[in-house]
């Protein structure tokens, strides 16, 4: 998606040849009009492909993941990480370990916004080794509903996740697929 990569070109910094940093435009403050841009890209990917629901996870997959749901017309669920207040009965939870961070979180999500049989688009702004991803799929597995798709906003490819999502069987589409990091510059994925 070039508005994407102009924007990750233009306003991007790289941190590391691990970390791109964007935070003036998804993960602090939120460029809205290019948010809207990519929930339209990910239904044209989508197209053809049915889903009762988008599910992302707090907090930054929150603004892409509500512009595609507003697109595709369907509710968006976000798993919380924060441990609820409520009973645990009433929760779906899974650990998730970050690299990144190198922290577990517990995600949870509310049996009531999930029911057998939907079929569920996941969305997220960072695809690192996948372990964020591969745990809102265990929810909804075990749900009974189906993961229909995997939408990521930004991919960095020299991490693994792309692979084993695939691996699994899982549809991905990614807007920017990043080779690298290197030399203190972005080089995307031809
Ligand atoms: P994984 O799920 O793909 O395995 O990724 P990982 O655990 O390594 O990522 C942990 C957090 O770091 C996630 O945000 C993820 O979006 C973010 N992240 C991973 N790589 C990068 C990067 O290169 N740049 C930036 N800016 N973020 C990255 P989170 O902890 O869930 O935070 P948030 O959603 O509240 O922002
Ligand atoms: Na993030
Ligand atoms: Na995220």
Excluded: C, W
Excluded at 57 to 62: R, V
Excluded at 72 to 78: A, H, R, S
Excluded at 159 to 171: I, N, S
Aim: charged residues 25%; aromatic residues 8%; neutral net charge.
């Amino acid at each position: 998606m070039k508005a994407l990569q102009d924007k990750i070109r233009q306003d991007g910094i790289v941190l590391s040849d691990q970390v791109l940093k964007v935070d003036s435009f998804l993960n602090h403050m939120v460029d809205p009009q290019l948010m809207l841009e990519v929930g339209q890209e990910f239904v044209r990917r989508f197209e053809g492909v049915t889903f009762d629901k988008v599910l992302t996870l707090e907090s930054s997959g929150i603004a892409p993941a509500v512009m595609t749901a507003l697109t595709l017309q369907v509710p968006l669920v976000f798993a919380r990480k924060h441990k609820s207040l409520t009973l645990k009965d009433d929760l779906y939870v899974e650990t998730v370990y970050s690299f990144t961070k190198q922290v577990h979180n517990e995600i949870t999500i509310s049996r009531k916004f999930l029911a057998p049989g939907e079929r569920i688009l996941i969305i997220d702004d960072f695809l690192a080794y996948g372990e964020a991803t591969f745990g809102m799929a265990r929810i909804i597995e075990s749900a009974g509903a189906t993961v229909a798709g995997v939408g990521i906003v930004i991919e960095k490819s020299f991490q693994d996740g792309a692979r084993r999502l695939k691996e699994a069987g899982y549809r991905v589409e990614s807007l920017a697929r990043i080779a690298s990091l290197g030399e203190q510059k972005v080089t995307f994925l031809p």
